[in-house]
């Protein structure tokens, strides 16, 4: 009994330390965003000029009300926007929803508005020039109508805003390219514990009323600004000790619901917090925190920045880690246009991953990735991870939020970048991607990280870009490989790259292959295809027996076969050798197929200092 008992202990250990099943956090990130409602309004903001950059929103509403039955989404607000003036004028627009918000009056810098067609127009005091500073006040009130930007239910209050929500709720500039500092005070009852963006700057409880105050030093953009408050929330303060200055402490708030026991994922997000803080850069902000919301936030989270919006006992460690990893990319460095929203999700999704490597070494980093692929491979919809025309304006939720494109192959994609440059160029781009003075707490496009990328690297990878990000779908791969004795020891290997996909163009990588020998030895070889039809051919003093095409699964986003071929005959019609890392190469051109189609063929005289094998 002893010894059974010494066994099954053990198995518990083991099975304890495994990773456990769980939902990704990315499948409740999609199902989220692809199912929240947030109207297509028939942008028009494409034919406004934005000659202004806002600075500050400081905003004070009264949302007293909300908190009792029945509970009305109706509230009193006013608004302080301070702009910086980036060509001349005399008026500015903004977003603001007419069915949510209603204009009392404007003040400071603004004397006369007009409010038609979801368009704020406010009419400056004078004609202002570049560069000069000024406020615009705003009188408002939120009418009493349910609009998938603003809720208020049972004693809950929160906000929900990508992609175009925040217009719900404040006249804004409601695009992720213009960030800005963010204070905001609301009166609430006293019994409402509320969070928001950056720090509690104070709270001050007079009566059966409470006026929070809440400032974000850092900018913010428009949807990612929030309130989550409710009556008797639990609230658990955790610190977290900087790594810069021990002295120092990020405090990490966990609003939740009764019944619910946060206090273990609590202790992961301390250690979430360290990894991706060495990893990326420093936890960058001054504070942060989750909040649990209700049945009208049903699935999975909303990255908001410095408060992580959670549906209700959502406390899963996938989930929390995809939306924490937002903190770092979508939030201190946010998509610029919804045309760059890979750089949000398809981060946070990579994140998981590299969480999942922290823990428990790459093999699981890698299942993670393999799944990853092989679920969009499933369901790949056909289109591109980017298209140009979601900048101006977004596509419906289920295009822009797909599973399979904008979490799944965004993923993969960077798993793809981490192997075409290496570990140590990838985690470099990383932390110079998080760090760069230009980003940082500012809004990124494609191509700048891009840049960063090639300032890395030191190579220009536009290609990488426009075929992963720009091109829909994946290489199809019909390789086929060949053996030829040429003497008693002496053998020749074959191998032709070869794409057929019709869906999309030619997909330029490193590719891998391992060659199998009667000795039990085997070697990979890597090369690059960089053009279609791509013949390759070596010699070896050992017979070879089998040919592995992408042995470790390293080009994940791939469909591919490979067969064996008698060995091609070669008509040469023109040649060039030159010396190349310890092999002479030849290379010529091939007209055998009956289409005439040509290969570029690489002939080259092995060398065992070339190889990656186990020879």
């Not at 199809?476 to 996909?501: C, D, I, P």
Request: hydrophobic share 35%; glycine share 4%.
């Amino acid at each position: 009994m002893k010894i059974l008992s010494t066994i099954l202990m053990f198995l518990i250990i083991i099975i304890t330390a495994l990773p456990q099943t769980e939902k990704k956090g990315s499948e409740y990130c999609s199902q989220k965003k692809s199912s929240s409602i947030i109207d297509q309004i028939g942008e028009i903001d494409a034919d406004i000029k934005h000659s202004y950059d806002v600075l500050d929103y400081n905003l004070n509403l009264n949302i007293y009300n909300c908190f009792l039955s029945p509970y009305p989404k109706s509230f009193t607000a006013n608004e302080i926007i301070k702009i910086k003036v980036d060509s001349t004028l005399n008026a500015i627009n903004l977003n603001a929803i007419n069915t949510s918000i209603g204009i009392d009056a404007v003040g400071l810098a603004g004397t006369s508005f007009t409010h038609s067609n979801n368009i704020l127009t406010i009419n400056l005091n004078r004609t202002y020039t570049i560069g000069e500073i000024l406020d615009i006040s705003i009188q408002y009130h939120h009418n009493n109508v349910n609009d998938n930007g603003f809720y208020a239910s049972n004693g809950l209050v929160f906000t929900d805003c990508e992609t175009q929500g925040a217009r719900k709720w404040f006249p804004c500039w409601d695009k992720p390219s213009d960030k800005a500092t963010v204070d905001i005070t609301l009166k609430v009852p006293a019994s409402v514990k509320l969070g928001s963006n950056g720090r509690l700057e104070d709270s001050t409880k007079i009566a059966d009323t409470i006026y929070y105050h809440w400032v974000s030093r850092d900018p913010v953009a428009t949807y990612l600004v929030v309130l989550s408050g409710k009556v008797n929330y639990n609230l658990d303060i955790i610190n977290w000790q900087k790594i810069s200055n021990p002295q120092e402490y990020v405090p990490i708030r966990f609003y939740y619901n009764s019944g619910e026991n946060p206090v273990a994922m609590e202790n992961k997000v301390l250690q979430m917090t360290t990894h991706f803080s060495q990893i990326f850069t420093e936890h960058p902000f001054e504070k942060n925190g989750f909040a649990t919301l209700n049945g009208q936030f049903p699935w999975g989270g909303m990255e908001n920045q410095t408060l992580t919006s959670l549906c209700q006992n959502c406390w899963s460690e996938m989930l929390i880690a995809h939306e924490f990893s937002h903190q770092w990319f979508g939030d201190m460095i946010t998509c610029a246009t919804w045309a760059d929203i890979w750089l949000n999700e398809g981060f946070a999704t990579y994140s998981e991953a590299l969480w999942l490597e922290h823990l428990f070494g790459y093999s699981s980093y890698k299942q993670e990735i393999t799944a990853n692929a092989s679920s969009y491979l499933g369901s790949n919809p056909g289109w591109a991870i980017s298209n140009p025309a979601w900048a101006i304006e977004p596509p419906n939720n289920n295009t822009l939020f797909n599973y399979a494109i904008t979490y799944l192959k965004s993923s993969c994609v960077l798993h793809l970048l981490r192997y075409t440059i290496g570990d140590e160029d990838f985690f470099n781009v990383l932390t110079s991607y998080a760090n760069d003075s230009t980003l940082k707490y500012q809004s990124a496009v494609t191509n700048d990280f891009k840049n960063v990328v090639n300032g890395v690297t030191g190579e220009d990878y536009t290609w990488f870009f426009d075929e992963w990000i720009l091109q829909p779908n994946h290489p199809k791969y019909q390789n086929q490989y060949y053996f030829s004795q040429q003497s008693a020891n002496l053998w020749e290997v074959g191998f032709l790259a070869k794409q057929v996909q019709t869906n999309s163009g030619f997909f330029k990588m490193p590719i891998e292959f391992k060659i199998h020998f009667e000795t039990g030895t085997d070697t990979t070889i890597r090369v690059m295809n960089d053009v279609n039809n791509q013949l390759f051919y070596y010699y070896f003093d050992r017979m070879p027996l089998s040919v592995q095409f992408d042995p470790s699964n390293s080009t994940v986003l791939k469909e591919a076969t490979l067969t064996q071929v008698p060995p091609l005959p070669v008509e040469l019609i023109s040649f060039t050798a030159e010396a190349k890392d310890n092999f002479i190469v030849l290379k010529w051109n091939t007209a055998t197929e009956t289409n005439n189609k040509g290969f570029e063929i690489e002939r080259l005289k092995w060398s065992a200092s070339a190889s990656s094998s186990k020879d």
